[in-house]
């Protein structure tokens, strides 16, 4: 596709359950990156991702998130046992490489997750 | 204290008007500043990119970076209803974790018809 493709688009969910969330980046796109977006709250950094590098992972905020890049594309969020605070905008970007001196990030829409 | 400050509005003005949105930064190794634009319920997207202290203007956006004072602009001219967006300031450092940017929690702008 053109652009960054996440799913799913809305997820509610209950509290305790485990969700995934996916994102498919720009095709060729080496570097990946997974934010939070809270009511009212700036972009929280949780994890990036560079070609076969370890990646970053010191955004996540517990043990509960994890997340895994496949063959260097589809990147996939888990979140165990949901919790409320845990109800926020789930955005992805891609970028040709990290620290591209441009800043340009390509943003996906978005999984919006409300935990009930 | 948070390394980037903004005030997140909301901010409404007519069309036509002069909007200035700012942000403060505490974190003098930030070197790289951008805008981003966010429609509702999409993903961010780049507006402006400034490399260290000065101007840049693209069209109606001008992008201002004072690093004495830790603080940065964006400025659009002849505002339009379709600027009604969030406006997120976002900057990183040249450091070994230059891919890391840090976000403002953005400005909430509507243009008025």
């Known amino acids: 596709g053109a652009g960054v493709s996440q799913s799913p688009s809305n997820k509610v969910t209950e509290k305790g359950k485990d969700v995934e969330l996916r994102c498919d980046p720009i095709?060729?796109?080496?570097?990946l990156y997974w934010y939070r977006q809270s009511l009212g709250q700036g972009l929280e950094f949780l994890i990036y991702?560079?070609?076969?590098?370890?990646?970053?992972k010191s955004g996540l905020p517990s043990d509960r998130f994890s997340a895994e890049r496949t063959g260097g594309s589809v990147s996939t969020l888990t979140i165990q046992r949901t919790q409320q605070e845990d109800s926020a905008v789930y955005l992805c970007?891609?970028?040709?490489?990290?620290?591209?001196?441009?800043?340009?990030?390509?943003f996906g829409e978005g999984s919006r997750l409300t935990v009930l | 204290q948070k390394e980037v400050e903004q005030d997140p509005g909301p901010l409404s003005v007519p069309e036509g008007a002069i909007v200035s949105l700012n942000c403060t930064y505490s974190?003098?190794?930030?070197?790289?500043f951008m805008w981003y634009r966010q429609y509702s319920r999409k993903g961010p997207e780049l507006l402006m990119y400034?490399?260290?202290?000065g101007n840049k203007e693209d069209g109606r956006f001008t992008a201002q970076v004072d690093k004495s004072s830790k603080y940065i602009s964006l400025f659009i001219r002849d505002s339009q209803p379709s600027d009604s967006a969030t406006y997120l300031c976002?900057?990183?450092?040249?450091?070994?974790?230059?891919?890391?940017?840090?976000f403002g929690k953005g400005t909430l702008l509507t243009v008025n018809p």
């Open positions: 970007a891609s970028s040709l490489s990290g620290g591209a001196a441009t800043g340009e990030l390509f």
């Open positions: 095709s060729g796109h080496t570097a």
């Open positions: 400034t490399y260290s202290s």
């Open positions: 991702f560079q070609g076969n590098s370890a990646p970053d």
């Open positions: 976002a900057m990183r450092d040249s450091g070994g974790s230059n891919y890391k940017l840090t």
């Open positions: 974190n003098s190794a930030f070197q790289y």
